[in-house]
């Protein structure tokens, strides 16, 4: 099977050298037999990477353990959802699933396209013929997924505990779907710059590839923000860690590509920015790969020391070049249409607000790349941490909330300080409300900060809420409908404004629940022994009792043994409720530690316990101090060393019970972090009117259809004989 | 103003910012960066009151708890120099006697002082192929 597997790569990468080659050679030679051709070998390649995923698939449902992959990744007794998901958790795997989303993507987008864009679409098929060969080159050549083993062990080496996580399972995919689905407007822009067909036309037929791009990588990134809150046992939702930077740098370019294509489909404008966004972008994708693969940066998701970094950087340096070099090569067809009028215009503040995005990302990127820079100009590594990451982003993130409150109202060309006064006098004033408000209601005076996000915040929610109002008010005296009817029906018209507003409103929901989280946040860590009671943000916290439960853990990671605690926290107003942290134990395959003994001492993972709330999140985490179990444990691997599984796991259970009995004061972590939910909340909106404005509309339904009707007119009054 | 002369006006201002925050950027990058270090560096050459980022592995059998504060020590990979190091706040979950760990912090009287909530460890080994390897060692 594992051959069929590898044969499926070798034809997929003759496929996308042959799809790259036919389409070139087509388009030059004026051949259209062979850039339809070109265009197939796309969905043949599609078709092949998805009977590789299918071959390694079976493997992990199987556990046969003569496949390398499956043998260093998964488990017997690892859960069948986590065997499903175990593929994207090894380089190689995740090799083949970024080629898979590849191939489906290009196949997805070439399909819409196959009646317009003759002049693009064959180079475009070209690029993401050779982006693909490049992962495929990687698989075959270096990291093969479907490597097997001579000897295959009797058991795997189990998936990860920490990576046992639904949320963790999804975040790859997504993060990988985002990264993929920017090659397509790269590939575009690329095919725009060859033929030198500069307009809006390429943006058009790949924005919504854009935008579904941009919305699976930002859940991606939310996901992996609520992994690491409830999973990672530290209680926070971001660290700046490289990888994390990684994710969030082609988002934030992505969201200036988003906004400033715009200005060049309205006026003709930013045509050279927005070929270099979408250039920085996706090569801000492949650095991410790159980085969560390479282990070039210390970082905790370095989960493998990679063998193909030198290939990535070669890849990525060829992008980098071949790019520019193109770019300046078609400088003069790339002039704008139009100059700025005025400085109070949407399109100054469009560029203003992509500068800040831009801005944003690099500090980011100084910050990650960091070490990498001070050893160079220095000699010595140094890093910079979190504060730094905080200190720097912190006001441009401001300057960004501001701008989200006044791009919206701001015409087009430029608006009369009247039309300002009209457009921001109600806003302002629930501003300022809010200011009054949060002084009066809240402990904000103390942050400074935190509370000029949250009156920025409140101007952004009134601009929205203004927006909707008018619109809707608007649509009312024309076609007199009831008020639900108007908002629905204006939504549906203009998908993709109402669906940006909708998303801005998520955004700042999401920077609310960050300043707030961030800046009120209390943390306690204690010791304590059954019985023992502390404070914590505005909770009494007791700990009632320790637990010691088999096979019996709640998230269904397949932990043999959990210990825990059952803690009662009672709030200022005297309501109780139990919280039930643990730690789950799994066991290792290290013989060294006995037969009883590797139960206890492999990898261990703290599952939190969460009060979530609207107003604040009660989070609590426990470490349970299991070292006066060492003794009978050693007694226990001499004694039962040899015995029949049912006796060991009657003595673990012994031991176990033993914890729950007379436990030693355990560690526990206690979070009261006000707001933090409003990320969650906030990232859900964003989803939701990204939805909507990706949605096709009913009036671009029936412009494809009508373009397509007058293609087919044009073939038929061309074959005509005449 | 006429147009061209605001143009260039605005490309100055504009120019200004990008050399403002370029600037901000690396002053702060260099002024508030932590050296990473070994242990061998950290007892040859620490001067007091500076910040490094400790990088070693967790000797064996060294690892106590004293209250709320974790003491370990943290040796060079090739064994030669050890460090003891003080540490308050979330151990990761893989910490581990053996493990490569990260740790922030300052020396004081011969003890590495850990910031809170500093620690920080290296992929857990049973999950890669290079470490896998060396488990042995």
Redesign the interface.
């Known amino acids: 099977m594992a051959g069929i597997g590898s044969a499926c790569l070798f034809a997929g990468l003759l496929t996308a050298v042959y799809a790259a080659g036919a389409s070139l050679y087509g388009v030059r030679a004026g051949n259209a037999a062979f850039v339809i051709s070109g265009r197939r070998a796309i969905y043949c390649l599609a078709a092949l990477m998805l009977g590789a995923t299918a071959v390694l698939q079976s493997a992990f449902l199987r556990s046969d353990f003569s496949y390398a992959l499956v043998a260093e990744g998964s488990s017997t007794d690892t859960p069948t959802f986590y065997k499903v998901t175990a593929m994207w958790a090894t380089q190689d795997g995740s090799l083949l699933l970024w080629a898979l989303l590849l191939s489906l993507f290009a196949s997805a987008v070439l399909f819409l396209t196959r009646r317009s864009l003759r002049g693009i679409a064959p180079y475009a098929t070209a690029v993401l013929a050779i982006v693909a060969g490049f992962f495929l080159l990687l698989m075959v050549g270096w990291e093969n997924p479907f490597g097997t083993l001579a000897n295959p062990p009797a058991e795997g080496g189990g998936l990860n505990p920490l990576l046992r996580h639904p949320a963790m399972m999804i975040h790859p995919p997504m993060l990988y779907t985002g990264y993929v689905g920017f090659s397509i407007p790269f590939a575009f822009a690329v095919g725009a710059l060859i033929t030198r067909n500069t307009g809006a036309d390429w943006i058009r037929a790949t924005r919504r590839f854009a935008l579904v791009a941009w919305t699976f990588l930002g859940t991606g990134i939310m996901l992996g923000a609520l992994w690491s809150y409830t999973e990672l046992g530290w209680g926070g939702y971001w660290a700046w860690d490289p990888v994390e930077n990684a994710s969030l740098m082609p988002w934030l370019v992505g969201t200036a590509f988003l906004h400033s294509i715009m200005v060049q489909e309205k006026r003709g404008m930013l045509k050279i920015w927005n070929v270099c966004l979408i250039i920085a972008t996706f090569v801000l994708a492949l650095l991410g790969t790159f980085l969560v693969r390479s282990g070039i940066l210390d970082s905790i998701h370095a989960f493998g020391a990679s063998t193909i970094g030198v290939q990535f950087l070669v890849f990525i340096a060829l992008v980098v070049v071949g790019s520019t070099a193109l770019v300046i090569s078609r400088l003069p067809y790339l002039r704008s249409e139009a100059r700025l009028d005025s400085l109070l215009s949407r399109e100054a503040f469009f560029l203003l607000n992509n500068l800040v995005l831009v801005a944003l990302c690099l500090v980011i990127f100084w910050g990650t790349f960091f070490p990498l820079i001070s050893e160079a100009v220095t000699g010595t590594e140094a890093s910079v941490g979190p504060p730094w990451f905080n200190r720097l982003t912190t006001p441009l993130a401001l300057v960004l909330v501001l701008l989200m409150a006044i791009g919206p109202v701001v015409s087009w060309r430029r608006i009369s300080p009247a039309g300002l006064l009209r457009a921001f006098m109600w806003p302002v004033l629930g501003a300022l409300l809010t200011l009054l408000v949060a002084l009066a209601l809240t402990p904000a005076g103390e942050r400074p900060l935190a509370l000029l996000m949250s009156c920025f915040a409140a101007l952004v929610l009134a601009v929205v809420v203004q927006e909707f109002w008018r619109g809707a008010s608007a649509r009312r005296t024309i076609s007199g409908d009831p008020w639900p009817r108007a908002l629905s029906r204006l939504v549906a018209r203009n998908r993709r404004r109402y669906g940006g507003y909708i998303a801005h409103a998520g955004i700042v929901v999401l920077f609310l629940g960050v300043a707030g989280s961030s800046a009120f946040l209390e943390q306690r860590d204690v010791r304590l022994s059954p019985g023992d009671t502390f404070k914590s943000g505005g909770y009494d916290i007791t700990y009632e009792r320790a637990t010691a439960t088999l096979g019996e853990d709640r998230a269904g990671s397949g932990a043999p043994i959990t210990f825990g605690a059952v803690l009662r926290a009672r709030d200022e107003d005297g309501k109780t409720f139990t919280l039930r942290p643990s730690r789950n134990f799994y066991p290792t395959q290290d013989a060294s530690k006995g037969a009883i003994g590797r139960f206890f001492e492999g990898e261990a993972t703290s599952e939190v316990d969460v009060r979530w709330g609207l107003r604040r999140d009660l989070w609590t985490a426990i470490r349970p101090d299991i070292s006066a179990l060492e003794g009978p444990i050693r007694e226990a691997n001499a004694k039962f060393g040899n015995s029949s599984g049912d006796v060991q796991a009657l003595v673990i259970a012994a031991l176990a019970e033993r914890y729950r009995r007379d436990p030693a004061p355990a560690t526990f972590r206690a979070i009261v972090s006000p707001l933090v939910s409003w990320i969650w909340i906030g990232g859900g909106i964003v989803l939701l009117g990204a939805l909507i404005a990706a949605w096709p509309s009913p009036e671009a339904r029936l412009r494809r259809v009508r373009s397509l009707y007058s293609a087919r007119l044009g073939r038929d009054l061309r074959a005509e004989p005449s | 103003m006429d147009p061209s002369r605001k143009r260039t006006l ?1 490309l100055v201002v ?1 120019l200004g910012a990008a050399l403002i ?1 370029a600037g ?2 690396i002053y ?3 002024s ?6 070994t242990p061998s560096q950290v007892v040859a050459s620490a001067e007091p009151g500076r910040s490094y ?1 400790l ?1 070693g592995k967790v000797a064996r059998q060294s690892v106590a ?1 004293d ?2 504060r974790l003491r370990f020590v943290i040796r060079d990979r090739d064994g030669k120099a050890a460090v003891p190091v003080s540490y ?7 910490f581990r006697e053996g493990r490569e760990v ?1 740790v ?1 912090g300052e020396m004081k009287n011969g003890t590495f002082v850990a910031e809170r ?2 620690l ?5 080994s ?5 470490q896998t390897v060396n ?1 042995g060692t």
């Open positions: 605005r504009a925050l901000a950027l702060t990058s260099f508030a960066s932590t050296e990473a270090s980022e990088t708890r209250d709320d308050e706040g979330v151990v990761p979950d893989p990260i922030s909530d500093s920080v460890t290296k992929c857990p049973k999950f890669t192929k290079e488990r």
